[in-house]
């Protein structure tokens, strides 16, 4: 079987969503206070990484909690979340617009449209693309932020999850989890 570039960059669109996906788990998850951070916050509705105060508030962002960022670290970083967020606000607006066409689009009422199917497949799968390059290249730019050692913190971090692999699946209702 020949793949073409395009089920290439569809696979790899859908990983990096997984992955990130899965990295989001990992890092929502309450890690024990450390015991020369600031209290925990409240955890809930319009707290989390963003929130309240947003990158430079209460918590830290995400992964680059515990990383003792001056303020001066801070405010970059966060005027780079900033740009990343107005820079690929037309791409997410085109992604959204995709998704609710197909949403229409049902493919049970008997009048298939492969073609246009498959256009709109395709053109989502590019769309990702273009955001994967967006978000890489906003990454490189918070890493030219951080020290030498605030980098090989977040490396070490890196490859301890990817040790840990994906998380597991919830089990299917009704049935006790056996992992615990």
Request: proline letters at 11%; a neutral charge; charged letters at 20%.
């Amino acid at each position: 079987m020949k793949l073409n570039w395009k089920k290439s960059a569809i696979v790899a669109g859908i990983s990096t969503i997984v992955l990130t996906m899965a990295a989001a788990v990992v890092f929502s998850q309450n890690p024990p206070q450390r015991p020369d951070g600031p209290p925990p916050g409240p955890r809930g509705f319009g707290h989390g990484p963003h929130g309240p105060g947003g990158f430079g508030g209460p918590g830290e962002f995400g992964p680059l909690a515990g990383l003792n960022l001056t303020d001066a670290q801070k405010e970059q970083i966060k005027k780079i979340h900033e740009s990343f967020d107005e820079s690929t606000k037309a791409l997410r607006e085109q992604m959204r617009t995709l998704h609710e066409q197909q949403r229409s689009a049902d493919p049970m009422s008997g009048t298939f449209d492969e073609a246009a199917f498959r256009s709109a497949a395709e053109a989502r799968a590019g769309i990702q693309v273009e955001m994967e390059v967006q978000h890489a290249r906003m990454m490189s730019q918070v890493a030219n932020v951080l020290t030498a050692e605030q980098r090989a913190q977040l490396a070490e971090r890196h490859q301890h999850m990817k040790q840990m692999g994906p998380p597991k699946p919830p089990p299917p209702p009704g049935e006790p989890e056996l992992w615990d």
